[in-house]
């Protein structure tokens, strides 16, 4: 029987050491400016419309590639962020709604105890469940439209 043979260390340490990386790209004003441009009209480029972006702008198409890559990526963080303050900004409002109608007398939608009897404005007023359908980040109605 053949003896098994050991590595010894990390499998990798016996290869050849790995090529330095490539220094950070730099790009003009311009071609920020003109990426940006397309990025906001096309978040997504076919290869040929990138080969052609690519030519216009005196670069790679690797280069173009990653530059959207990279961008898409900041977006979706962009607007995840965006949507988190809307909604907590709708929490908050629904929070202040809710803690308003409280103080006013108001029992939550669903509650047994009613304040109706001691308030004469509680009859009046719509009840908390009418806030679900809240969206406080829809844009206002204006009259004159």
């Known amino acids: 029987a053949f ?9 990798y340490q016996n290869r050849t050491p790995p090529k330095r ?14 990426l940006e ?25 690797a280069q173009v590639k990653t530059w959207f890559q990279n961008r898409r990526t900041k977006w979706r963080r ?8 809307e909604r907590q900004a709708a929490n908050r409002l629904m929070l202040s709604l ?14 047994t105890v009613s304040h109706a009897s001691t308030t004469p404005s ?3 007023a719509p009840p908390l469940a009418a ?7 829809a844009e206002p109605h204006t009259a004159g439209c």
């Open 78 to 85: 962009q607007t995840a962020e965006e949507r988190e303050a």
């Open 122 to 124: 509680a009859a009046a």
């Open 131 to 137: 806030l679900h359908g809240l969206q406080p980040w």
């Open 37 to 61: 441009k397309r990025f906001h009209k096309q978040k997504y480029l076919a290869s040929a419309e990138r080969a052609a972006l690519a030519r216009g702008l005196k670069m790679t198409d």
């Open 3 to 11: 003896p098994i043979a050991r590595r010894i260390g990390h499998p």
């Open 98 to 111: 809710q803690a308003e109608a409280l103080s006013k007398g108001f029992a939550p939608a669903g509650s």
């Open 21 to 34: 990386k490539k220094p950070r790209t730099s790009f003009t004003r311009i071609q920020v400016a003109e």
